[in-house]
């Protein structure tokens, strides 16, 4: 049997281990004849049940602790089990029932065990009310009645608690204080989950602040430190959801909800808030329908607990999904408005957002009521961006461009847009990992699209192509940050590596690949996470200057072609000879078909089928170019593509065939592959991997010419080998079967002697080859993401610093790219760039179908 001593301290640190808590009350304490004792066990056994999700089973144990607790006289005793009964019918939806029971153990109790009242208080309070001046009013007398009095377990979670408070209050350093003192707390006594719970809320912290990698690292850690003790924590996952949606990534933000909802029983509270954030994943991820049905649900619960505030955001997220959906607007209007009132008076977080989704939606009504809602919204919604936050800085740049276009202030437009846009630039800059900054983009895709409409309508062509590359590529000019790789990144992709060796004789053998396949998946996702958490190196990449550019091509007699689509609408802007040119050429939709016809074209000539190659680049030249192809000279020529436009053939077209041109994601880039050197001048490799049909024939072709290339085939072909060799190298060749992954870009790769060689290992690099020739079928392929984004092996290696990457875009022939690739070496060998180089292979093809669409499947990425 425990003495009252013992039960009580079993009571005081019940989640350190709920389920051996529970067994050692049903043993010891419930049967106990003391009845204080006994309600000792009982309030354990519902704590237990509670936080399991068992509501109905809790309330009743608590409801017996707390009679048991009336029959033994004992007053303390009694208000302690009737503030665990008032929490718990609060977190179950009771609000109001559950305060007025605190209330009354409030007053009832004196010292340490008020403070434990007190602070269970402040948690209902500021977590289920926002009432956050109260909760830390609560929680300001709980510390005082804790100090000096030993009680380590109730300090700790008012200090944690204290910390929530302070970030609702926006005194982020005391947030700070407060959680690093709690997690000091934690650790000096021993207590796991408080551990847990400490990093849990720095990185929320972090998240807060505008931290993503830092908050997306501790709740990794936080989550690994709950798993180790057997506790799925609801909040976590909501608040990983948060960080995901924060950084762009939709799908995985709906991915983490949908399974907590159902990793096991949730309490109503719970439910209620996993509902509202699968209704804003759902949202990020363009899925109305279930966005709309979570969100009435959660709305549905939330009204039934008494939870206004959250309920407002749930009614906000609903309202959006169903006008995502073309819902008729009028309808939609009047209970924005209603929430608008309501999200004001509350002073709820969210009001930036309800007030620019009713001003979208009074603009659609346009009634002359619906235009004056919508000026003195997006006015209200536009003093936000002076806030702490990014992301709500951004909101408030966004309404104040929408208003100054309605006034017509063009110039208004365009500052306001570029200092929204100046905001996220701010927050991609804390992003180390390359996918991160890719898919963060989407959020200023509104911002963008804006000011790039502005520009065109200002018929300044300048402008017009300073807003074309605002946006554009802007992950791919942001300095690398993976010299920061964890060592068990490193470990993670060798083990990944050996998996697909593994996957290929199960494959060939015949044998079972599930749990082969899971086992990789599961190493992919932890390289994937850890890259999440690399930091940014804080500076954000600068806007384009035009003159700069001008100056540049001027001294290199070149010619910059740049597409731009404005609302399903394609221009060419053409800057060269000191003046910058806007050429409409046409829709989007018929660039789109010219090249899908170009590379089939490709891919029948390279089979040796006929095709109609004369035809597809005509076709081609007039859809991407139009007029702008008279306006190119004699001068050599670089293309700019937009995103959806990158898979381009451009040696097609026959304003290109017959001259010297490279093509690159923004003039941006451009500009810096035009500034870099290489690191050990003359050094050329040429790695051959296995499997190939022409057997990399093109390799020993081009060393019988180029005897001080340095060739690694066979066995000695390793990943090891290649990215020594590959390290600082002027010009490396690979011949090898290239994977690009759609589903995960980063995941790309090159096949070895001794398997994938993954875009993640070529960022290990600390000097990336200053050339790269990629010589296997559709190794340029790149997938746009984000907003005006790039992500594959190419874009990967320019991003890291390469000036320039030869590869293809659709299928070729295997002895036609011998010629090809041999042609190429002989004019980089005579000190011709990327350009010329294929220029010359073009050159060597002519006359030949197959030699022709081998030479024009070949395109140049950077100079």
């Given at each position: 049997m425990m003495t009252r001593g013992e039960a009580e301290e079993l009571l005081r640190t019940v989640f350190a281990d709920p389920e051996a808590s529970r067994a050692a009350a049903l043993d010891t304490l419930v049967p106990d004849s003391d009845p204080a004792v006994s309600s000792i066990g009982h309030q354990v056994v519902g704590i237990v049940l509670r936080d399991r999700g068992d509501t109905d089973a809790a309330l009743h144990e608590l409801r017996t602790a707390l009679r048991l607790a009336r029959r033994s006289g004992d007053e303390e005793r009694w208000g302690d089990a009737l503030a665990t009964l008032g929490g718990t019918l609060s977190m179950t939806g009771r609000v109001s029932e559950g305060l007025r029971k605190l209330d009354k153990a409030a007053s009832v109790l004196r010292g340490v065990p008020r403070g434990r009242a007190l602070v269970r208080r402040a948690w209902v309070l500021g977590h289920l009310l926002a009432r956050f001046e109260d909760s830390a009013a609560d929680l300001r007398e709980a510390r005082k009645l804790f100090a000096g009095a030993g009680d380590h377990v109730w300090e700790g979670r008012a200090l944690n608690l204290e910390g929530l408070m302070d970030i609702g209050l926006g005194d982020l350093e005391g947030a700070a204080q407060a959680f690093a003192a709690f997690g000091e707390l934690a650790s000096s006594v021993g207590d796991d989950y408080d551990g847990a719970l400490a990093q849990h809320n720095t990185g929320w912290l972090g998240y807060v602040r505008g931290d993503l990698p830092l908050a997306l690292e501790l709740y990794a850690d936080a989550s690994a430190r709950f798993n180790a003790i057997g506790v799925t924590s609801v909040d976590l996952e909501w608040?990983?959801?948060?960080?995901?949606?924060?950084?762009?990534?939709?799908?995985?933000?709906?991915?983490?909800?949908?399974?907590?909802?159902?990793?096991?029983?949730?309490?109503?509270?719970?439910?209620?808030?996993?509902?509202?954030?699968?209704?804003?994943?759902?949202?990020a991820a363009g899925d109305w329908s279930r966005a709309t049905t979570a969100a009435d649900e959660a709305s549905r619960l939330l009204g039934r607990q008494a939870r206004p505030v959250h309920q407002l955001r749930a009614d906000l997220l609903a309202l959006t999904a169903r006008a995502e959906a073309g819902q008729r607007a009028a309808p939609l209007l009047r209970r924005t408005?209603?929430?608008?009132?309501?999200?004001?008076?509350?002073?709820?977080?969210?009001?930036?957002?309800?007030?620019?989704?009713?001003?979208?939606l009074a603009g659609a009504v346009r009634s002359p009521r619906a235009v004056a809602l919508m000026e003195a919204w997006l006015d209200e919604a536009a003093q936000?961006?002076?806030?702490?936050?990014?992301?709500?800085?951004?909101?408030?740049?966004?309404?104040?461009?929408?208003?100054?276009?309605?006034?017509?202030?063009?110039?208004?437009?365009?500052?306001?847009?570029?200092?929204?846009?100046r905001?996220?630039?701010?927050?991609?800059?804390?992003?180390?990992?390359?996918?991160?900054?890719?898919?963060?983009?989407?959020?200023?895709?509104?911002?963008?699209?804006?000011?790039?409409?502005?520009?065109?309508?200002?018929?300044?062509?300048?402008?017009?192509?300073?807003?074309?590359e605002r946006w554009r590529a802007t992950s791919l000019t942001v300095a690398s940050a993976y010299a920061q790789h964890d060592p068990r990144t490193t470990a993670d992709l060798a083990a990944l590596r050996a998996q697909h060796r593994r996957l290929a004789e199960a494959g060939a053998d015949g044998a079972p690949t599930e749990r082969l396949?899971?086992?990789?998946?599961?190493?992919?996702?932890?390289?994937?996470?850890?890259?999440?958490?690399?930091?940014?190196?804080g500076v954000a990449p600068s806007s384009l200057d035009v003159q700069h550019l001008l100056d540049s091509l001027a001294e290199d007699g070149t010619v910059l072609v740049e597409l731009v689509e404005v609302e399903g609408r394609l221009h060419a802007l053409v800057a060269g000879r000191g003046r910058v040119r806007h050429v409409a050429v046409g829709t989007a939709g018929d660039a789109a078909k010219a090249v899908d016809f170009a590379l089939f074209s490709l891919r029948q000539a390279a089979r040796g089928r006929r095709s109609q190659l004369d035809v597809a680049g005509s076709r081609l030249q007039r859809a991407l170019l139009g007029p702008a192809a008279d306006a190119l000279g004699e001068s050599k020529v670089v293309v700019s593509g937009t995103v959806a436009l990158q898979a381009v053939p451009w040696g097609l077209l026959p304003a290109l065939a017959a001259?010297?041109?490279?093509?690159?994601?923004?003039?941006?880039?451009?500009?810096?592959?035009?500034?870099?050197?290489?690191?050990d001048d003359g050094r050329r490799v040429m790695i051959v991997g296995p499997g190939l049909g022409s057997g990399g024939a093109e390799v020993p072709a081009v060393a019988a010419q180029?005897?001080?290339?340095?060739?690694?085939?066979?066995?000695?072909?390793?990943?090891?080998?290649?990215?020594?060799?590959?390290?600082?190298?002027?010009?490396?060749?690979?011949?090898?079967?290239?994977?690009?992954?759609?589903?995960?870009?980063?995941?790309?790769?090159?096949?070895?002697?001794?398997?994938?060689?993954?875009?993640?290992?070529?960022?290990?690099?600390?000097?990336?080859?200053?050339?790269v020739v990629l010589s296997a079928c559709e190794s340029g392929v790149m997938q746009p993401v984000g907003d005006q984004e790039l992500l594959g092996l190419a874009a990967a290696l320019l991003s890291m610093g390469t000036a320039g990457v030869v590869s293809s875009l659709a299928e070729v022939d295997d002895a036609a790219t011998v010629e090809v690739m041999v042609a190429l070496h002989r004019s980089l060998r005579e000190g011709g760039g990327l350009g010329e180089a294929l220029l010359a292979a073009r050159t060597v093809a002519a006359?030949?179908?197959?030699?022709?669409?081998?030479?024009?499947?070949?395109?140049v990425l950077g100079t």
């Open positions: 608040d990983r959801c948060l960080a995901f949606l924060a950084a762009g990534l939709a799908t995985d933000a709906l991915e983490v909800v949908e399974h907590a909802l159902v990793a096991r029983p949730l309490l109503g509270r719970e439910e209620a808030d996993l509902l509202v954030a699968v209704a804003e994943a759902a949202i408005e209603h929430l608008i009132a309501k999200s004001r008076a509350a002073q709820v977080s969210e009001l930036p957002q309800a007030l620019l989704l009713g001003a979208r936000v961006r002076r806030s702490t936050s990014g992301r709500t800085r951004v909101l408030g740049w966004l309404a104040l461009a929408q208003r100054r276009a309605i006034a017509g202030d063009s110039g208004g437009v365009l500052r306001a847009c570029d200092l929204g846009l905001a996220l630039d701010e927050q991609q800059a804390t992003l180390g990992s390359q996918e991160l900054r890719a898919v963060a983009s989407g959020h200023g895709a509104r911002l963008a699209e804006l000011g790039t409409r502005t520009a065109l309508a200002s018929s300044d062509a300048r402008q017009l192509l300073r807003w074309s396949q899971a086992r990789a998946s599961r190493l992919e996702q932890s390289v994937r996470q850890r890259m999440f958490h690399l930091r940014g190196t001259r010297a041109f490279t093509s690159t994601p923004s003039a941006r880039l451009w500009l810096r592959a035009r500034s870099a050197q290489p690191a180029d005897p001080d290339a340095v060739v690694i085939a066979g066995p000695s072909a390793t990943v090891t080998a290649a990215l020594a060799a590959l390290e600082g190298a002027a010009l490396a060749h690979v011949a090898a079967h290239g994977h690009f992954r759609e589903d995960s870009p980063l995941f790309s790769s090159l096949t070895l002697a001794d398997g994938p060689l993954l875009v993640h290992d070529l960022q290990r690099l600390r000097r990336p080859p200053h050339r006359g030949d179908p197959v030699l022709t669409a081998t030479a024009a499947s070949f395109t």
